[in-house]
Nanobody, 127 residues
Framework: QVQLVESGGGLVQAGGSLRLSCAAS????????MGWFRQVPGKDREFVAG????????RYADSVKGRFTISRDNAKNTVYLQMNSLKPEDTAVYYC????????????????????WGQGTQVTVSS
């Protein structure tokens, strides 16, 4: 049974930092491209950041570029999202997701391509 468990969310003031973690189990982690998405009530879930299977390639939404950093540790089956210079508009539930790729070492940005999702962790940035 595949499980993705996020942690590290919370309440932070604008300008502060948080580090999200997502621990994966029940899958061969190194064969999955990983991503972070976020969602606010009434809006679609949106791509935040993605990382390829090896960790060699990353992509970011324009809204977080230069402030957020995605990384992974394949030995620990964990993907991270370091969030700096947080803004109130970053407030959302953050989800990690896994997309199976047996071939190319690519970053996946499309929501529907992801096979597995975590339960989400709330991030609230106060002004």
């Amino acid at each position: 049974q595949v499980q993705l468990v996020e942690s590290g969310g919370g309440l932070v003031q604008a300008g502060g930092s948080l580090r999200l973690s997502c621990a994966a189990s029940g899958l061969t982690f190194s064969t999955y491209s990983m991503g972070w998405f976020r969602q606010v009530p009434g809006k679609d879930r949106e791509f935040v950041a993605g990382i390829s299977r090896s960790g060699g390639s990353t992509r970011y939404a324009d809204s977080v570029k230069g402030r957020f950093t995605i990384s992974r540790d394949n030995a620990k089956n964990t993907v991270y999202l370091q969030m700096n210079s947080l803004k109130p508009e970053d407030t959302a539930v953050y989800y990690c997701a896994a997309a199976y790729f047996s071939g190319a070492d690519v970053v996946v940005t499309t929501l529907r391509t992801y096979n597995y999702w975590g339960q989400g962790t709330q991030v609230t940035v106060s002004s």
